[in-house]
């Protein structure tokens, strides 16, 4: 949603408020940055969430220092970063860098409900890998009562998004220097089981 | 530096204070994410940077909100995050990530100094592209004056690195769940020419 917040100053073009985008941006990304304020200082911390319908969710130590310190209803700012490639201009003031990221305003909600903050854990475990959560045993009361699972709206959320190649002056498009795109990508490499493993690599990480 | 606020509250085996952990990851990201304060409330921005000795940099359109927002000696809050790899244990509860991260806390610097903004750009374009900065033409009068550097003291930087193989609880060892490490790499795709180029592929994108 567009709200003087999530208005940016510089390159409106590359902002999006439509969910779809959004929503895409955030579910392929698996970790992002809660920013904070404590004391008047500014805190960052990057952290593992999941997305469900127009809410994110994050999860942490009852005992933790910055769990506590934002989940009384802080004001955060939460943001995605997919980095997809270095964009090479032939002056160094006309690189880029493609990507996709989100930024969301929005207050901690505690969630206090059981169902939900195991909801939570289910969808934050499937979002990093999906299939995960049925292969596992159940969680026990006591890894419920030590983990405290915070929800934020994503009705305060904005896209930018950069693609394509590099976009020259006029006067240095026949310059001899290499001019493209170069594509940043991320996998997963070769599964590496624990010394106590005694399972087959099951179908949801192969 | 340990100080008050580089000191974690959880988990403090593993956090690291020395140069050269802090150095060794900052070297290796490519975006941090620039954490400040504005009227109150978080505000967060990834960006490209560059390390050289105890400085860290950054750069953006002398016209940039953000950048106005923080030149002025604002304190900041800079994270870089490295994801590893996911761990995976047997119960949802022991899952982890392996990574390396640093946070920063600093105040912005606004550098004024020319020689000390073109060796900056210079450093944020090699450390994106090793050797690109060679290739280019120079830089005029009228980019560096669009263009503001500032620069973040690395004294109050700590480190935090996860790395090895799941820790489950003794009484799940025997459990029959796949456990161990799912590596997260990162890695450079083919290039793709802009249209308008007339170059071969140079040797340091090779």
């Known amino acids: 949603m567009q709200t003087p917040r999530t208005t940016p100053s510089r390159l409106a073009k590359r902002t999006a408020y439509d969910t779809e985008t959004i929503y895409s941006i955030l579910d392929e990304g698996l970790f992002c940055t809660v ?6 200082q500014p805190m960052a911390i990057p952290t593992a969430y999941a997305r469900h319908e127009d809410r994110l969710y994050i999860h942490g130590s009852v005992g933790s220092h910055f769990i506590r310190s934002i989940e009384n209803g802080a004001s955060v ?5 997919l980095a997809d490639g270095l964009v090479l201009a032939k002056s160094a003031f006309s690189h880029s860098v ?10 901690a909600e505690k969630v206090t409900d059981e169902s939900e903050c195991l909801h939570a854990l289910t969808l934050i475990t499937d979002h990093l890998i999906p299939g995960r959560w049925a292969d596992l045993r159940a969680t026990t009361d006591s890894e419920l009562r030590k983990t405290t699972v915070l929800a934020f709206s994503l009705a305060e959320a904005s896209a930018k998004v950069r693609t394509g190649g590099p976009n020259d002056d006029p006067g240095d498009v026949d310059l001899p220097t290499w001019a493209g795109v170069i594509p940043l990508e991320t996998s997963w490499g070769t599964p590496i089981a624990a010394t106590y493993n005694i399972a087959e690599l099951p179908s ?3």
Chains 1, 2 share one sequence.
């Open 204 to 206: 949801y990480l192969g």
């Open 35 to 40: 920013s904070y304020v404590l004391n008047g």
């Open 77 to 81: 700012c939460i943001s995605v970063m």
């Open 98 to 107: 493609n990507y996709r990221s989100v930024v969301v305003m929005a207050q």
